[in-house]
């Protein structure tokens, strides 16, 4: 796994290098390269995170880009495990748990391969950055997640709507689709959602709700798999 995606980033090796070349005075942090542990497949409910960008992020200066250290990064960062007790992997926790997968055993990505100051990207820098959004379509072919939740809130839709064209934002019962969607298109898995960031869902008392859902939908998916393959 780790294997295929060095050697997708490395297909991609001068359009990293251009963000940094073209931005050489600017705090880019990234990019973020998955390299997922050792726990990930071996999950009931192999889990991919998607999120917005880095809160900060080790960045390889030299062109070209390191991109085998940036995945170490990401191995060393595992996940949060050693991070302070943020939102956003509060929560991913909590997800993990009502999977019924143990901690620290998803995988994570942004949709923002580089953050800019810690941050989201402005302007002419977002429009940069978002020509490497399509990797996400390789990324989830290599790792092949059961379920796939998107923390990125409504404000992202349209680059979602960018890289996976035709795909469907389908409607939940006692949601509003700003707050929550059902994401369908033949490059996700069937257990692709869309919601808040972390922030908001705890923010909007969103939290609770949105984790028993998960369980209702993971345990009603285990349920329709085993009657098939009676």
Not at 37 to 56: A, M, R, S
Not at 84 to 104: C, D, H, M
Not at 106 to 121: L, Q, S
Request: hydrophobic share 35%.
């Amino acid at each position: 796994m780790k294997d295929k995606l060095l050697k997708a980033y490395q297909a991609r090796q001068e359009d990293f290098d251009f963000i940094i070349r073209e931005n050489p005075e600017e705090n880019m942090g990234g990019p973020i390269l998955m390299s997922p542990n050792e726990k990930y497949d071996k999950q009931p409910n192999p889990l991919l995170i998607v999120g917005q960008q880095t809160k900060g992020w080790d960045c390889d200066k030299n062109i070209p880009i390191d991109l085998r250290k940036q995945m170490e990064v990401y191995e060393k960062f595992n996940l949060g495990e050693n991070y302070y007790r943020s939102q956003f992997w509060n929560i991913t926790r909590k997800v993990e748990a009502a999977l019924g997968n143990e901690p620290y055993s998803c995988a994570y990505t942004n949709i923002n391969k580089f953050d800019h100051e810690g941050e989201r990207p402005k302007n002419g820098y977002e429009k940069e950055i978002a020509v490497l959004d399509d990797i996400l379509v390789t990324e989830i072919k290599i790792i092949k997640p059961k379920v796939c939740i998107f923390f990125t809130g409504y404000s992202f839709d349209k680059r979602i709507k960018d890289i996976f064209p035709e795909i469907e934002f389908s409607e939940i019962e006692g949601w509003t689709l700003n707050q929550f969607s059902h994401l369908k298109h033949p490059d996700l898995p069937y257990l692709t959602f869309r919601t808040y960031h972390p922030i908001f869902l705890r923010r909007k008392s969103l939290e609770t709700d949105f984790i028993e859902f998960l369980i209702g939908m993971v345990n009603y998916s285990n349920y329709v798999s085993s009657q098939t393959m009676t």
